[in-house]
């Protein structure tokens, strides 16, 4: 007998289904060191919000170097505190520590205002850091139609 392209999942998922879930061992792991810690029930516009000491958290552990929490402080200051200005100083720390999407981010800014040499210079950035669509933009860059 020989099963279609689409019989063969659904047999999978019909199995699956019908061992249910209760089999799947469930680990409680602690937050890694760079996990955000939210106020319990505090958001703006529905977007879970750090508490200050949490942010100031963040900032140390960015500038100590870990470009997760300079991502993190980046999303919050650009997300919660519609402050893009200070935002995009974070974003560029976390390109600097080698956050191959901060540097496509700061790349496609560069695009947006016509910045040609900042675009270059952060998608080559990306590109080291291994972002995996850093090669494509920085080929467009290099050979403009």
């Not at 960015?62 to 200070?86: F, M, P, T, W």
Request: charged letters at 20%; aromatic letters at 6%; proline letters at 5%.
């Amino acid at each position: 007998m020989r099963m279609s392209l689409i019989a063969l999942p659904l047999a999978c998922l019909a199995v699956l289904a019908s061992t249910g879930c209760k089999q799947i061992p469930y680990v409680a792991l602690p937050a890694p060191p760079t996990g955000i810690h939210y106020e319990p029930g505090a958001n703006s516009a529905g977007i879970a919000r750090m508490s200050e000491t949490e942010l100031l958290r963040q900032k140390r552990l960015a500038q100590a170097g870990d470009k997760r929490a300079a991502i993190n402080v980046y999303q919050h200051l650009r997300s919660v505190e519609n402050d893009d200005a200070q935002a995009r100083d974070w974003l560029i720390l976390a390109a600097d520590l080698g956050d191959g999407a901060a540097a496509y981010n700061l790349a496609q800014g560069a695009i947006y205002t016509q910045d040609h040499a900042g675009a270059l210079f952060w998608a080559k950035r990306a590109k080291a850091a291994g972002y995996a669509n850093a090669d494509a933009l920085l080929t467009s860059l290099e050979q403009p139609e």
